[in-house]
């Protein structure tokens, strides 16, 4: 399976999954030229995308949703109440309505759905997984891990996780208090030591790769991300590729291999 991060941060968020011939997008955070023009650079086009599965119905997550679903007539995956509050209008557009922490196919993918905490209408967490049963999983705001979430990530080969703010620069920042108050709520965005936390309960030996994303470009900075990444894989003593998803490009795809597979994940 190949994965890759178009781009990931509160000015827009999506990712690329992809395995025997079928490509979807979790979230289209971005206006349709700017996905194509990421899609592109990966040597991708906007017109093969077979889905859009949608996390929550915050512009950085749906911004692009209706226009690129309108124009190429890709079906859009939401929860109905995500649908709702993204008002994206069933009458015009292609969409398919899914439970939360229940599983659905799209070609070759099957797709794990799971509610996560946030301030939104039904926010969703999801596992990729292919026909081979490679499995990727991708969680971003969130304000809480709860135990659900913890269990229906635990034995992915690839991860992307949300690393949302270090709590000193959020707290000294400039943000005002009642947006700070927000963030740290438990329906808010998690920082890096409870994300650290989480992923120590997490990831195990099959897994291959870990991708922090959603990193907050006032209140966080890749090398303190790092930082902290190396210090739980040094914790938890496994070796795992780590990546940090930047707002401004997309990172370089992920080939994912089995954990089953005597191969290592490469790069694409």
């Given at each position: 399976m190949l994965?890759?991060?178009?781009g990931s941060g509160s000015a827009g968020n999506s990712c690329l999954f992809e395995s025997d011939g079928t490509r979807i997008l979790v979230d289209a955070g971005f206006g349709l030229r700017q996905t194509q023009q990421r899609l592109k650079l990966l040597g991708r086009e906007l017109s093969e995308v077979d889905a859009i599965i949608i996390t929550h119905e915050h512009g950085d997550h749906v911004h692009g949703a209706a226009k690129i679903a309108a124009k190429f007539g890709i079906p859009i995956y939401a929860t109905r109440d995500t649908l709702e509050a993204?008002?994206?209008d069933p009458r015009k557009l292609s969409a398919r309505p899914f439970e939360n922490n229940a599983s659905?196919?799209?070609g070759e993918l099957e797709v794990h759905s799971c509610r996560v905490i946030h301030d939104a209408a039904d926010p969703s967490c999801f596992v990729v997984e292919a026909r081979d049963g490679t499995r990727a999983g991708i969680a971003s705001d969130l304000g809480v891990v709860d135990a659900s979430v913890l269990a229906h990530?635990?034995?992915c080969d690839a991860l992307l996780f949300e690393a949302n703010h270090d709590l000193d620069m959020l707290?000294?920042?400039?943000?005002?208090?009642?947006?700070?108050?927000?963030i740290l709520s438990r329906h808010g965005h998690l920082s890096n030591e409870d994300a650290m936390e989480a992923l120590a309960r997490i990831v195990g030996e099959g897994t291959r790769h870990l991708t922090l994303i959603h990193l907050s470009e006032r209140n966080n900075h890749e090398s303190?991300?790092?930082?902290?990444?190396?210090d739980l894989l040094s914790r938890v003593g496994v070796r795992i590729d780590v990546g940090v998803a930047t707002q401004h490009a997309p990172m370089?795809?992920?080939d994912v291999v089995r954990?089953?597979?005597k191969g290592q994940m490469r790069l694409f």
């Open positions: 994965v890759a991060s178009l993204a008002r994206l659905f196919r799209i990530l635990q034995g707290r000294t920042g400039s943000y005002p208090w009642s947006l700070k108050r927000r303190i991300v790092r930082a902290c990444a190396d370089s795809p992920i954990r089953s597979k």
